[in-house]
Nanobody, 123 residues
Framework: QVQLVESGGGLVQAGGSLRLSCAAS????????MGWFRQAPGKEREFVAA????????YYADAVKGRFTISRVNAKNTVYLQMNSLQPEDTAVYYC????????????????WGLGTQVTVSS
């Protein structure tokens, strides 16, 4: 089990940017895929983006493609989510997740989760 801690959330005006960070501790492996998910009030948890630790493969939800960028720095056991052109509909709790395996977009396939960080985008 790997421990994950998100940071970087906050309040931002529409059109602004935030960068979320997810720091992993404990047992970490290069084979871990990392993902970002989010959950807004009254909505189901949804996939945002994922990246493989072993290579540069990435995958994005259509809702964030072109605006968000997921990246990794394996030497720091850290994954980032750069969020640009934020919109009110991006308001949610954002969760970092780790999967001991290949890149995956299904939340049920991720076994380790952070506690989340709140992102609020005002109009």
């Amino acid at each position: 089990q790997v421990q994950l801690v998100e940071s970087g959330g906050g309040l931002v005006q529409a059109g602004g940017s935030l960068r979320l960070s997810c720091a992993a501790s404990g047992r970490t492996f290069s084979s871990y895929a990392m993902g970002w998910f989010r959950q807004a009030p009254g909505k189901e948890r949804e996939f945002v983006a994922a990246v493989s630790w072993s290579n540069s493969r990435t995958y994005y939800a259509d809702a964030v493609k072109g605006r968000f960028t997921i990246s990794r720095v394996n030497a720091k056991n850290t994954v980032y989510l750069q969020m640009n052109s934020l919109q009110p509909e991006d308001t949610a709790v954002y969760y970092c997740a780790a999967r001991f395996g290949p890149l995956e977009s299904r939340s049920t396939e991720f076994g380790s989760w952070g506690l989340g960080t709140q992102v609020t985008v005002s109009s």
